[in-house]
């Protein structure tokens, strides 16, 4: 299970090491943030792309 939360996080890490430096304490929330932001239009995209792309087939 750490596996893949690591490998959830580490795209938002590396984001979010553009921004702010590791040593800083609030490095992991901005990740957490970064990983919460991703997740929802990850699941957004998911909910509508596949109604746009059956639209298009239907022409």
Do not use: H
């Amino acid at each position: 299970m750490s596996l893949i939360a690591r490998l959830v996080l580490f795209v938002p890490a590396l984001i979010a090491g553009w921004f702010v430096s590791r040593e800083d304490p609030r490095y992991w929330v901005i990740a957490l943030v970064i990983a919460l932001v991703f997740l929802a239009l990850t699941l957004v995209a998911n909910m509508y792309l596949p109604n746009i792309f059956a639209k298009k087939d239907k022409r």
